[in-house]
């Protein structure tokens, strides 16, 4: 394999991972965002790490972004491919939660890790609770401390000090029950809604490959010439040539000021080589775009 990561492989069609890099797999599953009818369809990928036992147990997989049920067969294909098993799924923030109901259901001997400003307190979220009481299990803080005795592997930093907007009745509420909102009185609503909820949005990077995936409290990449190619409402909601340290919406504000930058200065002390997010085009990542 490659010492560099390879995204060539990635496509909506292929209903198996896409090999990227030595022990790193990724599925591409279109979607349309907040699960609104009228939105362009993007990628929502999920990453799969194989990682080791710091206690010389076996290797086993962890799945980073919990994308639609295309991808839950993609990855349990890949367990009996690769003869290791999931033992964590996590999800990679606040407004990612639509299709968990399908990883708890996909991988019973796994633990589903969440991040607990949003979700737990969502219709599907509480939902969810009710449904596995037993396997609920929700992190807070900066980083996630089920997970810390793989950094030398895997890093995570949490950006959770993010206002966004509440989980509403005109929003979907999960991946069975999308929102019957007209799209144009669901953006309305979008854009006039209050920022009133804090939001969490996991950062990861592997250490061997490079890779950092980032989440939506920064967008940070696009020309002038790329975001005047992208379709109506999405170049509302992400500048060109901007970087905005927080949600990519209107009247998004910061709680604490001094956490947001001490999570920064985090992410900043990897050495990340490649850039990638859940939503980019199979095949599509930023090699070194990353600077401080």
Known sequence: ??????????????????KVFDGIWTISDAHRPALVSAFPECNNRSYIFRL???????DFLLVMGVAGPKAVKA????????KLSVKFVVSQGAQH??????WFEGFPAARILIPDRKIPVTRNGKALQEKYPDRWETTGGQTIPALEKYSDQLEFAIFDQVYGVKDEDWTSKCGSEPTQVNPMVWAFKFAMAKRD?????????????????MEHNVEVWF???????????????????RFISALPEIFSWI?????????????????TKILCVYHMAPGVFHKHAYRR
Do not use: R
């Not at 909820?197 to 995936?213: E, F, R, Y």
């Not at 709680?255 to 050495?271: N, R, S, Y």
């Open 223 to 241: 020309t002038k010439e790329q975001h005047d190619e992208m379709p109506f409402p999405i170049n509302q909601m992400m500048g060109a040539e």
């Open 1 to 18: 394999m490659s010492k560099e990561a390879d995204f060539s492989t990635e496509s909506y069609e292929s209903p198996d991972c896409a």
């Open 255 to 271: 709680e604490d000021p001094k956490i947001h930058a001490e999570t920064w200065d985090k992410v900043l002390e990897w050495e």
């Open 75 to 82: 990855v349990q294909k890949l367990e009996q491919e690769t």
């Open 52 to 58: 080791k036992e710091p206690s010389n147990g076996p």
């Open 197 to 213: 909820q804090l939001m969490d949005n996991v950062w990861t990077h592997h250490k061997a490959s490079g890779l950092t995936i």
């Open 97 to 102: 939660h639509m299709y968990l109901d399908h």
